[in-house]
Structure formats: structure tokens, C-alpha cells
């Protein structure tokens, strides 16, 4: 009978303290009260700090280096040679001349975390300006800051750039993408409120309406999305990219899917193309 092996892969840049991370939490009392059983930590680098083997062999942890980078490979051939309850796997983000695309490479690290942990940050009040794009990035990932003692704490949970206790929420195009993030996580926040804003409308992917947005840029050029909700418009002639002033009553749909946000058009003009298309995630 195949063995079932979860496999934590731990990745970042160069220097980031990813090998102090993983075995700093092999060897707490808490991880192994909940994680029973054999560790194996197969690692694609070797960095500044070594894993002390002696240390870890007394959490019943083994360390294997490989230079190649063929994840899925490496995986089974550690299960199948140690046999072990779960996985940790340190692998650097540097590799393959990564330094040529860096922010699109952090952006595809972050995409698919469950947990991101930033470290070396003297001050969480610091990453601030990075809440709206890393939530765009990954809606779901927790977000963590290292403090220089060791600890974590949750971040990005810093006040929204505009008021959403008001009646009428006007929004500006720098705060359209940290307004789009919340409308994501709290659409019963924004239930019957009047949201009027300059956004550029598209045709859903399924030709089946239209959606209200804008482009935003979360790491570099080559990584433009459109973010929008979708409209809801009676005897109002829209065409596909055209940009608009909108003014909408903003309801709350739930399906199978989950809740999302719809805007009931009460009013909208067509404008010219702003000078930027795009909008920047950073604060």
C-alpha cells in the first residue's frame, strides 16, 4: 500500500532563513505534540547556516542535499529510500537565472503559500504598502511578519485608504485595488452601499454581462490583470472596454461559489482612456 506523505515545500531567496525556519520548527516541543513519526528534510542548497544533523537526528530528522532541481523526482525518491511521515523541502527561489525576472518570481512564490512569513523587517508597520498587492496575489495565504525576537504576528491589517462606513464610498484609482482586495474577503461590508468610481468595463469571460474594474500591475509589466465585480444595467448601451464614471448600488449574491459583490447601475457616462491604464497594487 502506497504511503501517504505531506511534503511542506519552504521556498524564498537567497539568505531569506529558510534553513533556520525549518529546523527552528522541527525542533519545538509543540511541533512534535502534534507531528508523530520520522522527518526528512530534502534540501537544494546549502546556505549560510548549516542544519546541525546531530540536533535534528535526536527529533528523529534527517537532512539529504541534492543539486539538481526536478522537485517531484527528489520526493519520491526520498520516500522511497527513508520512508518518512512527512516532508520539508528548502528550495531556492534563485535557481534557473532567476535573477533576471525577481519580482515575477516572488510573486510566484507567494501565489501558491499558505503561509507567507516575511523576516528581516525591523518594523511589521513597514510592510504596509505591500498589503494590497501581496492579497492580490494570494487571497487566502496568511501573512506573517518575523520580529527581529523570533515571534510572529499577523499583518495587513492596517485601516483601508478611504472610509467604508460611509454611505456613499467614493473611490479614487489609488484606492480601487485595495478596495477591490476587501470586496473579496467582506462583500457584506459594501451591502447597499453607493460605490462611485472611474472604471474601465470588459465582458465577463463567459459573454455573459459585464464586469466594472480596472487593469492592476501586482510585480512588473508582463503581470497586468483586470480586477472587476461584475454590473448589473438596465437601457444603458455598454461596449467592451470602455471607460466610465459609474455610480452603483452594490448588492450581495451567494452561490455555490460563495459570496461576491454586484453592482446595480444607477448611473453611468462614458469617458475618455485615462493616461494610465494601469493601476499599481502598492499602497
Given at each position: 500500500m502506497e504511503k501517504n506523505v505531506k511534503a511542506h515545500i519552504v521556498t524564498g531567496f537567497i539568505e531569506a532563513g529558510k534553513t533556520t525556519y525549518i529546523q527552528s520548527l522541527i525542533t519545538r516541543d509543540f511541533f512534535h505534540k502534534r507531528e508523530a513519526g520520522k522527518t526528512l528534510i530534502l534540501a537544494f542548497e546549502s546556505g549560510q547556516v548549516d542544519y546541525d544533523k546531530e540536533l535534528l537526528s535526536e527529533y528523529k530528522t534527517k537532512v539529504v542535499f541534492r543539486e539538481d532541481?526536478?522537485?517531484?523526482?527528489?520526493?519520491?525518491?526520498?520516500?522511497?529510500?527513508?520512508?518518512?511521515?512527512?516532508?520539508?523541502v528548502e528550495y531556492n527561489a534563485?535557481?534557473?537565472?532567476?535573477y533576471r525576472n525577481m519580482p515575477q518570481k516572488m510573486r510566484d512564490m507567494i501565489?501558491?503559500?499558505?503561509?507567507?512569513?516575511i523576516n528581516r523587517a525591523k518594523e511589521k508597520e513597514a510592510l504596509d504598502i505591500y498589503a494590497t498587492l501581496f492579497?492580490?496575489?494570494n487571497t487566502k495565504a496568511l501573512f506573517l511578519w518575523e520580529s527581529p525576537m523570533g515571534y510572529h504576528e499577523k499583518i495587513f491589517g492596517n485601516p483601508l485608504p478611504f472610509d467604508p462606513s460611509v454611505n456613499e464610498i467614493v473611490l479614487s484609482d489609488k484606492d480601487f485595488p485595495a478596495w477591490y482586495v476587501d470586496v473579496l474577503e467582506?462583500?457584506?461590508?459594501?451591502?447597499?452601499?453607493?460605490?462611485?468610481?472611474?472604471?474601465?468595463?470588459?465582458?465577463?469571460?463567459?459573454?455573459?454581462?459585464?464586469?466594472?474594474?480596472?487593469?492592476?500591475?501586482?510585480?512588473?509589466m508582463n503581470d497586468i490583470s483586470f480586477l472587476g465585480v461584475e454590473i448589473a444595467a438596465k437601457d444603458i448601451n455598454i461596449q467592451n472596454d470602455m471607460f466610465v464614471h459609474i455610480k452603483a448600488k452594490a448588492r450581495v449574491r451567494e452561490n455555490y461559489a460563495g459570496k461576491r459583490l454586484i453592482?446595480?447601475?444607477?448611473?453611468?457616462?462614458?469617458e475618455p482612456y485615462p493616461k494610465d491604464i494601469a493601476l499599481s497594487a502598492l499602497r
Open positions: 532541481e526536478d522537485i517531484r523526482e527528489f520526493i519520491n525518491a526520498g520516500i522511497k529510500d527513508h520512508d518518512p511521515d512527512r516532508i520539508f534563485m535557481t534557473k537565472g532567476y501565489a501558491v503559500a499558505d503561509p507567507v512569513i492579497r492580490i496575489m467582506f462583500p457584506g461590508n459594501y451591502e447597499g452601499k453607493i460605490i462611485d468610481a472611474h472604471l474601465q468595463v470588459k465582458e465577463k469571460p463567459d459573454r455573459d454581462g459585464f464586469m466594472a474594474g480596472r487593469m492592476v500591475m501586482t510585480c512588473c453592482l446595480d447601475v444607477i448611473d453611468m457616462e462614458a
